[in-house]
Structure formats: structure tokens, C-alpha cells
């Protein structure tokens, strides 16, 4: 499953040339101009809309999985500690 904030971005259509992944810092793949939802509410509604879309190319991957979750629980702990 990917995490948009993270490893997947969807921003407006040539709002960015290049993207870099938060967890690994990868430049990302893009799609241009893809028209659909972007989140679970506008999925369900039936929604879409005009976008780029960035993904990590290693985002699968299993290291980069155990990373995102570390990466998280790190931001999370920071936020509860502060």
C-alpha cells in the first residue's frame, strides 16, 4: 500500500518537474496529466479530477517498506515527546 505524503504524490498538472521520494530520497516516476481520485472520499464518490502523479520506484520494495515505517513511527514519536 502506498502513502501519499510519502512515497506517492498527487499535485497539479505541471505544478513540479521532479519529485524526490521523503524516504529515500529517489527521484520519483511521474504521469502526467492522469484524471481520477486522489483519496478514499473522492474514490467513493465517484469523484476525479485532473493531476500529475509521482510514486517511488522502489516504493514495493521491502526495505523501503521497513524504512517508511520506521520514517513514521520517528515522526509520530516526535509530535507525542514535543
Request: hydrophobic share 30%; glycine share 8%.
Amino acid at each position: 500500500m502506498l502513502h501519499v505524503g510519502y512515497e506517492v504524490f498527487h499535485p497539479k498538472p505541471g505544478q513540479f518537474e521532479t519529485l524526490s521520494c521523503r524516504v529515500c530520497n529517489t527521484e520519483m516516476d511521474v504521469r502526467r496529466d492522469c484524471y481520477g481520485p486522489t483519496g478514499f472520499a473522492e474514490a467513493m464518490s465517484g469523484g476525479g479530477h485532473l493531476h500529475d502523479s509521482f510514486t517511488c520506484p522502489h516504493a514495493e520494495k521491502d526495505w523501503h517498506v521497513k524504512v517508511l515505517r520506521i520514517y513514521i513511527w520517528r515522526q509520530r514519536r516526535r509530535i507525542v515527546t514535543h
